[in-house]
């Protein structure tokens, strides 16, 4: 029996007007919205219908009768294929134009607050080479590319060390050249590469749970520190320690060398022992004179220029005085926890994950704040009426939550306790618009900041901050 005919529609000459979220573009189709990825506004372009809904279409791109004027030529030459900057096409101008929009229509629609202040989106000085941790993956099945698939060769052996496909879980390309962060990460990850060939170190096979290498992290700091993380799905004495000599020979820049075996079958590394084969079982970042100790399993932000200028924001719109007692939500390692302790009397910082809170209490020692406090536990069961009592009625609340926002209990304790300001960081401008309308009653909207962490993405930074009226 032959498969069913789809019913979605294609879509001729499709006019492309204006973005969308999360990187996608819009026309319009008998009245209805139609939101296409990898397009630009000025593009006309033939779309297949993926997604029929009531109000809106789903589509993907077939042939471009007319492209943009906005277009430039893509400078990687993975684009398109490794699913990372998704925006190459576009000029930086044009991006961050995209993201403010995107910011502004989510805070007014969702939120549907009144902002007194919106101050211009801070851009990224550097729109390459930006960013100072990359996760890459060994996988025994490389994804073949169009001109491979179309040249009737049959490659048997395809292993691959890069990034996975979008949507496929086992495919990856295997990256030449990444523009994402500075050297050496580039020449170590190509070393590996081919040392594990001339070796003959198996690469893992992400169906069938086979192979020796499974994945590798770069970490690199402003202050020229090194981290590399190799990680082995068992344990072979003689290949582990042939590669890891390799690498420590090969590049004595490595200031911290680390592998790990682990013999799960996901790939996250938060419940496995990381073991330092050579040099400091860290790195360390600066900022403003204050030194960041940065493990394999801590958080930090990953471009570190920007996030200087983000938390420079922040510290801003708190508006310290050395008098104020300062909560920090969802805290992480501290960071901007540290970053502002300076200017306040008191900086109480809250964070879900132990090793977080550990790592940000170390980072306070060292350099030499004392007027901080860390606790370690779920947002909604610490930030309660006890805790403040306990540490404090705080002045300003800063709070950087995940992508989700803020749990409910969270906002109700701050309606509760109604300091005076609150400033919100946000990675998800929706969830922050979300958050600030259940907060509309007690709290006007004073400035609002989108701080661009992540040239070529869609992704975007947005600093609020909210006084009582």
Known sequence: MGRKKSRNPKIEELEIVKYAAEGKAMGYYNEKVVFVPNVVPGDVVD???????????????????????????????????????????????????????????????????????????????????????????????????????????????????????????????????????????NAIRNSIRDYAFENGLSFFHLRKHEGFLRTLTIRTASTGEIMVIVVFFYEDKESREGLMNFLAEKFPEITSLNYVINEK??????????????????????????????????????????????????????GLTSKENVYDLYTGTGTIANFVARQAQQVVGVEYVPEAIEDAKLNSEQNGIDNTLFYAGDMKDIFTDEFI?????????????????????????????????????????????????????????????????????????????????
């Not at 004027?69 to 990372?84: A, K, L, N, Q, S």
């Not at 040249?151 to 060390?161: G, M, N, Q, T, V």
């Not at 938060?270 to 790195?283: F, L, P, S």
């Open 47 to 185: 779309v297949q219908v993926s997604k029929k809904r009531k109000n809106y279409y789903e589509a993907f791109p077939l042939a471009f009768h007319k492209y943009s004027e906005d277009r430039v030529e893509p400078f990687c030459e993975h684009f398109g294929v490794c699913g990372g900057c998704k925006w190459q096409h576009l000029p930086y101008e044009k991006q961050l134009e995209a993201k403010e929009q995107e910011v502004l229509d989510n805070l007014q629609r969702i939120g549907k607050v009144e902002i007194e202040q919106v101050l211009p989106i801070k851009g990224s000085a550097k729109q390459e080479y930006y960013r100072n941790k990359l996760e890459f993956t060994f996988s025994a099945d490389r994804w073949l590319t169009k001109e491979e698939v179309a040249s009737d060769i049959e490659f048997k052996e395809r292993p691959a060390l890069g990034f996975h496909v979008p949507r496929f879980f086992d495919k990856v390309v295997d990256v030449e050249k990444c523009y994402l962060q500075p050297d050496p990460s």
């Open 265 to 318: 079958k996901n790939d996250t590394i938060t419940d496995q022992e990381v073991i330092c084969y050579k040099g400091r079982a860290y790195i360390e970042e600066e900022m403003e004179g204050l030194r960041f100790r940065i493990g394999p399993k801590s958080f930090y932000q990953t471009n570190s220029e920007q996030a200087y200028e983000l938390y420079k924001v922040t510290r801003d719109f708190a």
């Open 389 to 469: 009592a306990e540490h404090g009625q705080p002045d300003v609340v800063i709070t950087d939550p995940p992508r989700a926002g803020m749990h409910p209990d969270v906002v109700d304790t701050l309606l509760r306790i109604l300091p005076k300001r609150i400033v919100y960081v946000s990675c998800n401008s929706a969830t922050q618009a979300r958050d600030l309308y259940m907060m509309q009653e007690n709290y006007k909207v004073v400035k609002s900041q989108a701080v661009d962490m992540f040239p070529h993405t869609h992704h975007i930074e947005n600093v609020v901050l909210m006084e009582l009226k």
